[in-house]
C-alpha cells in the first residue's frame, strides 16, 4: 500500500522595517505635505533620546535605528525629528495584519513589525508562491510601506530570512541551505549569548549547524539550540492566529473592484447561497455570521451578525445582512472599490432537518425567532433582550437580562405555583421597594391595611406568607422576608414584604411594596 504523506507546511514572513516612518509618511501625504529633510523617530531610553526609525534617505545618510539623537544630528545638520508613537505603531500593524487575511486565515502578529502567515495550500491562488509575493509587495508598495517578505518551512526560518537576509523563497527541505550564511543574530538569542557565540568564533548559522547539539545546549542554553533547530527546519512550531478561524467561508475577487450597493448586495446574495450550501452538506446551521469587505487601498471593514437561530437559509441569512447594513450608524464607505467580499460562518450548531407539528407551534417559534433576528439585526444585538431565571431566590436577583438571540438557558431554580386567579409573583418590579406603612396582625400575620404615597388601602383578601432567607454568602443582612399577595377592595393586587419579625431583635420591623400585579 502506498503511503500518503502530510502536506509540507508553508509560511510567509513579512517584515516591516520601516512602519514608523511610513505611517507618518503616509500622513503627510494624506494632509498635502512633505518633510523636507531625512525623517527620524525617537524614544527616551534613559536619558538619552535615540532613533528607533528612520526612513530610507535618513538611512542612507547613515542615520540607523539605535543610534544616539545627538550623534545623528552631529552627521547629518537638518533632520526631521518625531517622537515615537508605539500605539498607533501598533495600531498599524494590526491593520495590516487584517489586510493580510486576504491571502491566509492563519494570521499572527509578531511585534512590533512583523507578520507571519500560514500559507499551506494557498500559493495556487496567486500563481505559485512567486506570484502570491508579487502580489503582496506590489499591493504594500501601493500603500506606501516597505516591505520585505520570506517563505520557508517553518516560521522562524522564513522570519529569519526575512529579517536578516535578503528575503526570498526557501524550497521544501531547503531551509539549513537557506539560513547557512545568516549571522547568529538571526537566533535573536540574548546580547550575552550572541557575544559569546562570537568569541567562539561560532559566526554564522552554518557555524552553529556543524556542531553538536547537546555541548551547545549546556554552554548556551536550550533555547538557543530550539531557535537554531527552527531556522534550520528541523523543529515546527505552529502559529496561533490571532482570530478565530471560520468554520465555512465563501469568498469573492474582483479584477476590477466594486462599489455600487446594487453590486455588493447581488455578490452577497451569491455568497450566501454558496455559504448556506456547504452548511446543508454537513447538517449545520450558522450562528454567527461574518461580512468582510477588502477594499482595494488596504482598509478592511467587517460585520458580525449573530442569529437567536441555527440559520442554513440563503435568502433569510441575505435579507439580515441587508438590513445590518442599512442600519449601520457609519455607512459601508466603498472607497476605490472592494476587490474582495468573503462571507464567513465563525459559529454554528447542528441543524437536522426537522418535521413541523401538526398543531403549527414549531412554525410559530419558527416565526417568533425569525422577528427576533431580524430586529436584532436592524437595531443592534443589545437592543432586543429577554429575561432569563438564575440560581437565586431573592426576586431582585431572579432573572438577568440577556440579548434575545444569545443561547443562555435558563437555569434550574424553583418557582412557586399560582392561586386565586394571579401569577405568583408580578412582572415588574420596583428597583427600590418603597416603604409602606402598614397594620398587620401581630407577630406574622398578613397585612390588614397599608398606606403608600398618602393614600390608605383596605386589605380584602391575602396569600402568604412566602418566606424567603437571605442569601448568606453575599448578604450580610441575616433577616428574613414574609412576602405577601394581596388585593384590596377596588381590586388591585400588590406583593408586599415584612423584613424582621416582631419582638425578634433590636432592629425595627419594616415593611416594604416590591410589585404590582397588573
Known amino acids: 500500500m502506498k503511503s500518503i504523506g502530510l502536506r509540507k507546511k508553508r509560511y510567509l514572513a513579512l517584515w516591516l522595517p520601516l512602519i514608523s516612518t511610513d505611517r507618518l509618511h503616509r500622513q503627510f501625504r494624506a494632509n498635502g505635505q512633505k518633510p523636507a529633510d531625512p525623517l527620524v523617530v525617537v524614544a527616551r531610553k534613559g536619558n538619552v533620546s535615540t532613533l528607533v526609525g528612520a526612513d530610507a534617505p535618513a538611512r542612507a545618510k547613515g542615520l540607523v535605528p539605535g543610534l544616539k539623537l545627538a550623534d545623528a544630528r552631529a552627521r547629518v545638520a537638518r533632520v526631521d525629528v518625531v517622537e515615537h508613537d508605539e500605539e498607533a505603531d501598533a495600531k498599524l500593524v494590526e491593520a495590516i495584519a487584517d489586510w493580510c487575511d486576504r491571502y491566509s486565515p492563519f494570521v499572527a502578529i509578531e511585534p512590533p513589525d512583523g507578520i507571519v502567515c500560514d500559507i499551506t495550500g494557498v500559493a495556487h491562488l496567486f500563481g505559485g508562491e512567486p506570484g502570491l509575493i508579487a502580489d503582496m509587495e506590489g499591493r504594500l508598495r501601493m500603500q506606501g510601506f516597505s516591505a520585505r517578505i520570506a517563505i520557508a518551512g517553518t516560521s522562524r526560518a522564513a522570519r529569519a530570512l526575512a529579517r536578516f537576509g535578503g528575503g526570498g523563497i526557501a524550497p ?161 464607505d466603498p472607497g476605490f472599490g472592494f476587490d474582495l467580499i468573503r462571507l464567513a460562518a465563525l459559529a454554528g450548531d447542528d441543524m437536522p432537518a426537522a418535521q413541523s407539528g401538526l398543531d403549527g407551534r414549531a412554525m410559530a417559534e419558527v416565526e417568533v425567532r425569525d422577528l427576533t433576528d431580524r430586529l436584532s439585526a436592524r437595531f443592534g444585538a443589545g437592543s432586543v433582550t429577554r429575561f432569563v431565571p438564575r440560581n437565586s431566590h431573592l426576586p431582585e436577583q431572579a432573572v438577568c437580562e440577556v440579548a434575545a438571540i444569545s443561547d443562555e438557558r435558563p437555569a434550574g431554580v424553583w418557582r412557586p405555583g399560582q392561586s386565586f386567579g394571579m401569577p405568583s409573583r408580578p412582572l415588574f418590579l420596583f428597583h427600590l421597594p418603597p416603604n409602606i406603612e402598614v397594620i398587620a396582625e401581630v407577630p406574622h400575620g398578613p397585612p390588614r391595611r397599608f398606606r403608600w404615597r398618602k393614600a390608605w388601602f383596605d386589605i380584602l383578601r391575602a396569600e402568604g406568607p412566602e418566606r424567603i432567607s437571605p442569601e448568606w454568602w453575599h448578604d450580610a443582612d441575616e433577616r428574613d422576608r414574609d412576602y405577601f399577595r394581596i388585593e384590596d377592595a377596588k381590586g388591585r393586587r400588590f406583593w408586599v414584604y415584612r423584613h424582621g419579625f416582631y419582638g425578634a431583635g433590636s432592629d425595627p420591623v419594616r415593611w416594604y411594596l416590591h410589585g404590582i400585579f397588573p
Open 172 to 332: 521544501p527541505d531547503a531551509e539549513a541551505q537557506w539560513t547557512a550564511t545568516l549571522r547568529i543574530e538571526a537566533l535573536e538569542c540574548e546580547s550575552k549569548i550572541s557575544l559569546a557565540l562570537h568569541r567562539a568564533g561560532l559566526k554564522r548559522i552554518a557555524d552553529l549547524a556543524a556542531r553538536p547539539r547537546q555541548p551547545l545546549a549546556a554552554r548556551f542554553g536550550e533555547a538557543m539550540t530550539t531557535a537554531l533547530a527552527q531556522i534550520l527546519g528541523e523543529v515546527d512550531l505552529p502559529i496561533t492566529p490571532r482570530r478565530p478561524l471560520p468554520d465555512f467561508v465563501a469568498e469573492q475577487r474582483f479584477a476590477d473592484p466594486i462599489g455600487l450597493r446594487d453590486d455588493i448586495s447581488l455578490v452577497l446574495e451569491t455568497l450566501s447561497e454558496r455559504l448556506c450550501a456547504q452548511l446543508h452538506r454537513h447538517g449545520q446551521g450558522g450562528r454567527c455570521f461574518e461580512a468582510a469587505f477588502f477594499r482595494a487601498d488596504g482598509k478592511v471593514t467587517r460585520i458580525e451578525l449573530l442569529s437567536g437561530q441555527p440559520l442554513k437559509d440563503a435568502k433569510s441569512l441575505r435579507r439580515l445582512f441587508d438590513m445590518r447594513l442599512e442600519a449601520l450608524t457609519d455607512p459601508l
